[in-house]
């Protein structure tokens, strides 16, 4: 925690040398391994307030620092070799469903809507804040709010995939708890290319 809070760790510092990198055309992935179970908040408000955070290879910033960095390399890995091969659409789709995928769930709802749900939304129906199992009566009450809040999300999001021109819309649906707890989040991703 220590490390967290020193003058030598500037997210700001670090989305600038992204860009850079971007605007070079070169390949970036980023692996956010600075808090476990979900991205910097710091860094994610830096990354999409610049519609160039779009064109990274690969993003993560999820559970244990090893999993980031193994679901990164692998989407970069895929990325860098789906571009040396021909122009083919159903790969280019597939990224940014996955790129976008991974920067709603990190971010959006492991950063910033879980800790909303879980702050906010079980008091509100008498439930203790908690990461556990949630009585099955509670779910559909929990889950329409969480929808409500990540489709915002969503288009927000969104929005920055557009305005970058590397999307033409972006549609998510069927939001759930899978293991009903607020630990994880399910969802699907359906990208229109431009």
């Not at 408000?45 to 955070?53: A, N, V």
Request: aromatic content about 8%; glycine content about 6%; hydrophobic content about 40%.
């Amino acid at each position: 925690r220590h490390e967290m809070e020193t003058p030598d760790r500037s997210p700001e510092e670090l989305v600038r040398a992204i860009l850079a990198e971007l605007g070079h055309q070169r390949p970036v992935a980023l692996a956010d391994v600075a808090f476990v179970n979900g991205s910097d908040l710091v860094l994610g408000r830096q990354l999409m307030q610049h519609g160039e955070s779009t064109r990274l290879s690969a993003y993560g910033g999820w559970n244990t620092a090893g999993n980031t960095l193994g679901t990164v390399l692998a989407h970069a890995s895929l990325r860098l070799l789906a571009q040396r091969g021909s122009d083919d659409p159903d790969r280019t789709r597939a990224h940014y469903e996955f790129l976008f995928l991974r920067i709603l769930d990190d971010y959006y709802y492991q950063a910033v809507e879980r800790t909303v749900c879980m702050l906010e939304d079980l008091p509100r129906f008498n439930l203790q804040p908690t990461m556990e199992r949630l009585p099955i009566a509670s779910i559909v009450n929990v889950e329409k709010r969480l929808r409500k809040r990540l489709l915002m999300a969503a288009s927000e999001l969104e929005r920055l995939f557009v305005n970058a021109g590397v999307v033409k819309s972006v549609k998510v649906e069927h939001i759930h708890l899978p293991w009903q707890r607020l630990f994880e989040v399910g969802f699907d991703v359906h990208v229109e290319l431009s």
